[in-house]
């Protein structure tokens, strides 16, 4: 055994210099990153007008509003609420599903293995990627231009705005399936009927299903805020309740909202884990 | 190579296939019924929420057709005929689209700000006390679930209508979103640098500084882009509530049936969000290499 060679600080800081020291272009990079990200904040906060008188007397004004929220208080519209609710949890099943079958066919058409001419495929994604790009309330707004106001609008916004959602996860979970199984069914003899029902999609459905509930889940909340402009539900009752400045009501509403919501989470988390765990046994 | 395959006898044949039958039939039971119970929920839904399909059909025409309108303008020729008549009020959108950009941008660093101030003491491995972990956990979620827009009801009611509304709504809701995916990646930092320092002596503030934070930093950056995308979208329906932003302009535009506004302001939405979506994910692949992207 040799003794580890003694070695000179020095002499190694000569010979790799880069070990030792980081560039001046690297050192500064981060502190530079944070002046610059904190300097646009500072210019944000002048030209929003946020001065601080403004903000500490809004300050107090929340606190007052707050208190005033306690304790939580239906008053005599309960029965108004749950129907509201009702509402709520009915615009986001019925947006979710019929978002789901109509973005099905058309998610075939964005999926690389189903559609191979890229021609084709661009205009689906693109058309499906500015559907994304507009929020469920901007929907909601259109719909109600087409429909009236009402429930029925917040079905269709809700729809919409998954059809584009929908579109591009579906094809992603057909683009995702193992070809082998396929290739299996092919090798068998069988047809491509049989090919699409027995190989492609006991593959798909489960993350499908998977997909579906979860946005279920992700609409009820959704569809508790498309009722502020006016698209039914709870939170048109919300919206109200707010601008009438009751808030023991606001707060119970909030409170409602809140409860559903965890709801709804675990019930369809419970129902996700059935499904995969299906998936995972077959 | 060939393998014979073993050709199993009669009896035991029926008995194998008697089995599989039965499976499969249970399986088909089970999946007959979720169907039965998620059809009849359909239905429930469909009385609750006053859709029939006859109706969806026939309001399906009025919606293309409104589309066929707002690609329209008042003369009667298509926008794209006409770019300037289209885009008439540009200055206007794009300074109120520059302050939808910049509610979001102030509204994600603030929320980013609270949510890395709390998420050591929400996460389960650094958190100081278990009391304190339970009040900041449930505080980020009331944060997290109360959307964005019902915060930004009550605070244009409170702080006056403007963008100031709209920015402390979305820097509360993103502290909410922001603190729990911070705080889960600390759970999975490598705990063995905090052990390290916590060895020499060093009280917590300096274990979370140097031992975590370096861990995390990147984590905590792709997560804040990701966030700053979703919000660029949230700020432009802030304006509907009165909270600042194009939504202003949007609404009025919808309101009051003015068709070519409505395509115009849309579709420069519809860019902005593209234009956001393309920027933060190449900065995130750039910035944090693939494995950072998800």
New interface residues.
């Given amino acids: 055994m040799t003794k580890p060679q003694e070695v000179d600080a020095a002499q190694m800081r000569a010979r790799y210099p880069e070990v030792f020291e980081r560039p001046a272009s690297a050192r500064l990079a981060t502190p530079a990153m944070i002046v610059a990200?904190?300097a646009?904040?500072i210019y944000?906060?002048v030209?929003?007008?946020?001065s601080p008188s403004?903000?500490f007397a809004?300050?107090s004004?929340?606190g007052w509003?707050s208190l005033m929220m306690i304790p939580p208080d239906p008053g005599s519209s309960l029965p108004i609420y749950l129907k509201a609710l009702?509402?709520t949890?009915?615009?986001a099943?019925?947006g979710t599903?019929l978002g789901a079958l109509f973005a099905l066919p058309v998610s075939l058409l964005a999926a690389r293995n189903i559609v191979p001419s890229s021609i084709l495929r661009f205009p689906v994604r693109r058309f499906l990627?500015?559907i994304r790009?507009?929020?469920t309330?901007?929907w909601a707004?259109?719909?109600i231009?087409?429909?009236g106001l009402?429930?029925?609008a917040?079905?269709?916004a809700i729809a919409v705005s998954d059809f584009g959602a929908f579109g591009k996860l579906f094809s992603e979970a057909f683009e995702g399936a193992d070809q082998k199984q396929v290739e299996g069914i092919r090798a068998s003899g069988g047809s491509a009927l049989h090919e699409i029902r027995f190989g492609l999609l006991p593959q798909v459905l489960p993350v499908i299903a998977g997909q579906v509930l979860y946005f279920i889940e992700s609409n009820t909340?959704s569809a508790?805020?498309i009722g502020?402009?006016g698209a039914?539900g709870i939170g048109l009752q919300?919206?109200e309740q707010?601008r009438v400045?009751e808030w023991q009501k606001?707060s119970f509403l909030?409170l409602m909202?809140?409860v559903a919501?965890?709801a709804i989470d675990f019930i369809s988390g419970k129902l996700r884990f059935a499904i995969i765990g299906r998936r995972a046994v077959a | 190579m060939t393998t014979a395959v073993s050709i199993l006898p009669q009896q035991q044949l029926a008995v194998l296939n008697a089995a599989y039958r039965q499976a499969v039939a249970r399986r088909r039971l089970r999946l007959l019924l979720g169907a039965v119970i998620f059809a009849a929920a359909l239905v429930l839904a469909a009385i609750g929420a006053e859709v029939n399909l006859r109706t969806l059909f026939t309001y399906f025409g009025n919606f293309l057709s409104y589309f066929d309108r707002i690609l329209t303008l008042d003369n009667g020729q298509r926008v794209w005929t006409d770019v300037g008549e289209w885009f008439w009020g540009w200055r206007k959108w794009l300074k109120m689209l520059g302050e939808t950009l910049l509610i979001s941008y102030v509204g994600t660093l603030i929320g980013a700000t609270f949510a890395f101030c709390l998420n050591f003491l929400a996460a389960e491995n650094t958190s100081p006390a278990p009391w304190l972990r339970f009040v900041v956990r449930r505080l980020l979620e009331f944060a997290r679930t109360v959307p964005g827009i019902v915060f930004a009801l009550v605070f244009v009611i409170a702080f006056g209508l403007g963008p100031m509304a709209g920015v402390l709504a979305i820097a509360i809701h993103s502290t909410g979103a922001l603190g729990k995916l911070f705080s889960e990646i600390v759970e999975n930092a490598d705990m063995k640098p905090v052990e390290g320092i916590r060895s020499t002596g060093a009280s917590w503030l300096s274990c979370m500084r140097f031992a975590v934070v370096p861990q995390v930093t990147a984590g905590y950056a792709s997560y804040a882009l990701l966030r700053f995308e979703i919000n660029v979208r949230e700020a432009s329906v802030m304006g509907f509530v009165g909270a600042g932003g194009i939504g202003q302009e949007l609404v009025v535009a919808i309101r009051k049936f003015y068709y070519s506004d409505v395509s115009a302001i849309l579709l420069t939405i519809v860019v902005t969000v593209f234009i956001i979506d393309i920027a933060t994910g190449w900065l995130r692949g750039h910035l944090f290499g693939k494995e950072a992207r998800t």
């Fill in positions: 990200a904190f646009i904040l944000g906060l030209d929003l007008d946020f403004r903000f809004g300050l004004q929340l509003i009702g509402e949890l009915s615009i099943l019925l599903t990627d500015s790009g507009v929020d309330l901007i707004l259109v719909w231009n087409v429909v009402g429930p029925f917040g079905v269709l909340r508790t805020i502020i402009v039914g919300l919206a707010i400045l606001v909030i909202i809140l919501v965890a």
